[in-house]
């Protein structure tokens, strides 16, 4: 048994994993749980971010417009199934115009550390970079200065300082469709100056996992455990009619995040249901988001559907511990 070291959540969005169904990750009966139209002006709702806020549950969503703009929004939630959801964009405040004029805004992530909740998110400054900022309420939000130079795509902080550090896995990225992508990870003593880059896993070549052939890129923020910190992760195929998204998992040690312990051959969700199949960009799945419950182990999974509207599944610790050891890379 592999514990979860953090909070318990009893409230946690759960189903039980259906009778005979083999697979380690399970959808929910009712996904997608945000539609397109979710908001007056959107087109889609996808790729968004939710953690435990108060006795319910907040998250930042990317509604792209219905003139294909994209930008992120605040939504609360009893149940972390039904949200509201802002009709306006967050609107940052900070210290320096240059770092506010906003070029895009799309597929952010949530963090709590310490006292405050940190969103990281892809922001355009002349090419995708990492855009930081933090909240306290979910109301007001304090840009700060941009993790990295572009391109970079995918920064997701670690819920705690490792060795003293703030901590940041990211995937450098390009301008365009990236047709490469490993993962990377950062340190920080203050969340402005990122340095001590260290290589963490790659794409996986040959036939071997071919579903993370192309690129992969981290998922929602890393999980503590006492075996290591669980990756959530995307993985990339180029296939004849475009790219596939699929989820793996990957377990990094603990005080050196960059060290692999373990890695999923087999990936653990991908798209088969038709919401995953047919939208805006078919054939995606990507996890940007988890509640965790460390009294029970169990975990449900935020992930984007064809670029189009918002699903959860579940899985638990030991569920992902033991797909990782029964099919490893
Ligand atoms: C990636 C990002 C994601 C998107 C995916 C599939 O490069 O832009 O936001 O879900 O492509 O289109």
Same mark, same amino acid.
């Given at each position: 048994?592999?514990?979860?070291?953090?909070?318990?959540? *009893?409230?946690?969005?759960?189903?039980? &994993?259906?009778? @005979?169904?083999?697979?380690?990750?399970?959808?929910?009966?009712?996904?997608?749980?945000?539609?397109?139209?979710?908001?007056?002006?959107?087109?889609?709702?996808?790729?968004?971010?939710? $953690?435990? =806020? @108060?006795?319910?549950?907040?998250?930042? =969503?990317?509604?792209?417009? *219905?003139?294909?703009?994209?930008?992120?929004?605040?939504?609360?939630? *009893?149940?972390?199934?039904?949200?509201?959801?802002?009709?306006?964009?967050?609107?940052?405040?900070?210290?320096?115009?240059?770092?506010? &004029?906003?070029?895009?805004?799309?597929?952010?992530?949530?963090?709590?550390?310490?006292?405050?909740?940190?969103?990281?998110?892809?922001?355009?400054?002349?090419?995708?970079?990492?855009? $930081?900022?933090?909240?306290?309420?979910? *109301?007001?939000?304090?840009?700060?200065?941009?993790?990295?130079?572009?391109?970079?795509?995918?920064?997701?902080?670690?819920?705690? &300082?490792?060795?003293?550090?703030?901590?940041?896995?990211?995937?450098?990225?390009?301008?365009?469709?990236?047709? =490469?992508?490993?993962?990377?990870?950062?340190?920080?003593?203050?969340?402005?100056?990122?340095?001590?880059?260290?290589?963490?896993?790659?794409?996986?070549?040959?036939?071997?996992?071919?579903?993370? !052939?192309? +690129?992969?890129?981290?998922?929602?923020?890393?999980? %503590?455990?006492?075996?290591?910190?669980?990756?959530?992760?995307?993985?990339?195929?180029?296939?004849?009619?475009?790219? $596939?998204?699929?989820?793996?998992?990957?377990?990094?040690?603990?005080?050196?995040?960059? +060290?692999?312990?373990?890695?999923?051959?087999?990936?653990?969700?991908?798209?088969?249901?038709?919401?995953?199949?047919?939208?805006?960009?078919?054939?995606?799945?990507?996890?940007?988001?988890?509640?965790?419950?460390?009294?029970?182990?169990? !975990?449900?999974?935020?992930?984007?559907?064809?670029?189009?509207?918002? @699903?959860?599944? =579940?899985?638990?610790?030991? %569920?992902?511990?033991?797909?990782?050891?029964?099919?490893?890379?």
């Amino acid at each position: 048994m592999t514990k979860i070291i953090g909070n318990s959540l *009893k409230n946690i969005p759960w189903q039980d &994993k259906p009778e @005979g169904y083999t697979m380690p990750v399970w959808r929910y009966s009712q996904n997608p749980i945000i539609g397109r139209r979710a908001i007056p002006s959107s087109n889609s709702v996808f790729n968004s971010a939710v $953690v435990p =806020f @108060g006795d319910g549950f907040a998250g930042v =969503f990317r509604c792209d417009s *219905k003139s294909i703009s994209m930008d992120i929004f605040a939504g609360f939630s *009893k149940d972390g199934i039904n949200w509201e959801i802002n009709h306006q964009p967050i609107k940052f405040e900070g210290e320096d115009e240059e770092i506010l &004029k906003r070029e895009y805004r799309y597929d952010p992530r949530v963090c709590f550390i310490e006292d405050r909740y940190y969103i990281t998110w892809c922001n355009g400054y002349h090419g995708p970079t990492i855009g $930081v900022a933090y909240t306290f309420d979910f *109301k007001t939000f304090y840009q700060l200065e941009n993790a990295f130079l572009p391109y970079n795509r995918n920064g997701v902080l670690f819920p705690r &300082k490792i060795n003293g550090n703030y901590a940041m896995v990211s995937r450098p990225s390009d301008t365009g469709h990236t047709p =490469f992508g490993d993962i990377f990870f950062s340190q920080s003593p203050d969340l402005t100056y990122w340095g001590k880059h260290r290589y963490v896993m790659g794409t996986v070549p040959g036939d071997t996992s071919a579903w993370q !052939i192309t +690129k992969i890129g981290p998922g929602p923020t890393p999980i %503590e455990t006492d075996e290591g910190w669980l990756l959530i992760y995307h993985g990339v195929i180029n296939t004849c009619n475009g790219f $596939v998204y699929r989820m793996g998992c990957a377990l990094l040690d603990i005080n050196e995040p960059w +060290k692999v312990k373990m890695r999923s051959k087999d990936y653990i969700l991908g798209p088969e249901e038709l919401y995953e199949c047919v939208g805006d960009v078919p054939n995606v799945t990507f996890p940007c988001a988890t509640l965790t419950d460390a009294e029970t182990g169990r !975990i449900c999974i935020y992930y984007g559907c064809a670029d189009s509207v918002t @699903g959860i599944a =579940f899985t638990t610790v030991d %569920e992902l511990i033991n797909h990782m050891k029964n099919n490893p890379l």
